[in-house]
């Protein structure tokens, strides 16, 4: 543990200040679009008839998942090891593999969350559920996941690349476990914890 630990601290601390910086702005925008976004969703829950909430919950789960932090411009070791350099040096490949080699920590991960993703979308009937009860897990969803999306953007301010990578993975996790599954269908569900454990490989 100790050993892997430290090759994660070296392959952070090769990461230069352009290419953090540039990686926490792209994540401060992720997280302020998300909290427009989250403050309009919240402005229409109480008019949403109880016929769509169902409707209403896949695409709000939607836009969650489709701000989250996973794309390329939001990592300093992308930023700073790919396009002409083709990831020669990268500390992340180093130790987890390339992000395009089918089997590396990053590719079985983005694989299992955009299967969340594609199973929110396609989930057409949800599960039934109680009008009333649905409108306040939907409340409570948006609320905390706004709040949520807050204090990432405080809480990456001051950040070091190794901790940039800590917390991305921890908020992905937290935003994820968020998604209103009590008005999505059980494969929704089942997908969720796919992600959530190859996640842990992530950083």
Request: aromatic content about 8%; hydrophobic content about 40%.
């Amino acid at each position: 543990m100790y050993d892997r630990a430290e090759e994660l601290e070296a392959a952070a601390e090769a990461i230069d200040s352009a290419s953090l910086q540039a990686a926490k702005a792209a994540v401060v925008a992720c997280c302020e679009e998300y909290v427009r976004w989250a403050d309009l969703f919240s402005s229409r829950l109480e008019t949403v008839n109880p016929s769509d909430l169902h409707k209403f919950a896949r695409a709000f789960s939607l836009t969650l998942l489709g701000h989250l932090p996973t794309r390329p411009v939001t990592c300093p070791f992308c930023i700073q090891y790919g396009h002409d350099k083709s990831c020669t040096g990268c500390g992340y490949a180093a130790t987890h593999g390339r992000c395009d080699a089918e089997n590396s920590a990053f590719s079985l991960f983005i694989e299992a969350f955009q299967e969340l993703g594609r199973v929110v979308y396609q989930d057409t009937e949800g599960r039934s559920a109680d009008p009333g009860l649905a409108e306040k897990r939907l409340c409570h969803s948006l609320q905390i996941s706004k709040d949520r999306a807050k204090r990432m953007m405080e809480e990456i301010k001051g950040c070091s690349a190794l901790q940039l990578m800590e917390k991305k993975a921890q908020y992905i996790g937290e935003m994820i476990e968020l998604l209103p599954y009590e008005l999505l269908c059980i494969e929704v569900v089942e997908r969720f914890h796919v992600a959530k454990e190859r996640l842990k490989n992530y950083w």
